[in-house]
């Protein structure tokens, strides 16, 4: 399958690379709300294109959801590049009331349901084919995608994680960056591959840590930054596709 990327001529983060969008940040002073970073973003692409035909997008989530919400309110835009074609859970999710709300399909595929992981990740793989997506959105998705979706979808297949990776990979990104002491975290946007976090970085976004921060307020704020992030990579890869 071959990946999305964008036009010819426009700068990717690495030659070669299956999925070419990337954020040059240049991270600042804090802007006129206490614990808000001014960040200033220098992008491949100036604009977004307007589509007849919106691209297929499948995202898959675990748990509330609220990245799912940021890309369906994207989708309702007139000019927006993509459509949310089908949600699927490895449980039964709260975030799958976002899409029932929108009328999108959803579907839970379930480790349990099946004999072994090997039988999971091929159902996996067979329910996200059946939607013939452009894209696949890993929304909060807490388990590793398995070898037959990397090798159907490689090169497109996208992931969120609540820190600035390489560093603080891992289910507890927010919790490792506090008890390292770091001033400055953030959230990435990546390829996923086989490794845990180890994909191609696509954009990355920086978020001050505050002393008086504890995990759940540091992640609120990582997550107020890390929605409209995935929806503008989102757009820009499918804007390209």
């Known amino acids: 399958m071959t990946p999305l990327c964008l036009p010819a001529g426009a700068k990717a983060s690495r030659a070669a690379a299956?999925?070419?969008t990337r954020h040059l940040l240049e991270h600042g002073d804090r802007g006129p709300e206490h614990g808000r970073p001014q960040v200033r973003t220098r992008t491949a692409l100036s604009h977004y294109p307007g589509?007849?035909?919106s691209l297929p997008v499948v995202v898959l989530i675990s748990g509330t959801g609220s990245n799912l919400a940021a890309l369906l309110d994207a989708a309702?835009?007139?000019d927006c590049p993509f459509q949310v074609v089908?949600?699927?859970?490895?449980?039964?999710a709260a975030g799958l009331d976002h899409a029932?709300?929108?009328?999108?399909p959803t579907?839970?595929?379930r480790l349990k349901d099946h004999p072994d992981r090997a039988a999971w990740d091929r159902a996996l793989t067979a329910a996200v084919r059946e939607h013939a997506p452009r894209l696949v959105v890993l929304a909060g998705f807490m388990k590793l995608v398995g070898p037959p979706l990397l090798e159907e979808f490689g090169g497109r297949i996208i992931n969120t994680h609540p820190a600035l990776l390489p560093a603080f990979p891992g289910a507890h990104g927010v919790r490792d960056a506090l008890a390292h002491g770091v001033k400055v975290t953030g959230c990435s946007v990546i390829e996923v591959d086989a490794g845990v976090d180890t994909g191609r970085i696509l954009a990355q976004v920086a978020v001050d840590?505050?002393?008086e921060d504890?995990?759940?307020?540091l992640h609120e704020r990582i997550k107020a930054v890390e929605q409209p992030l995935l929806v503008d990579v989102v757009r820009r890869l499918t804007a390209a596709g």
């Open 18 to 20: 299956p999925l070419r």
């Open 100 to 104: 029932r709300t929108a009328g999108i």
């Open 214 to 217: 504890t995990e759940q307020t």
């Open 107 to 109: 579907q839970v595929v």
């Open 86 to 92: 089908a949600v699927i859970a490895d449980r039964d």
């Open 76 to 78: 309702r835009t007139a």
């Open 51 to 53: 589509r007849v035909n």
């Open 209 to 211: 840590v505050l002393d």
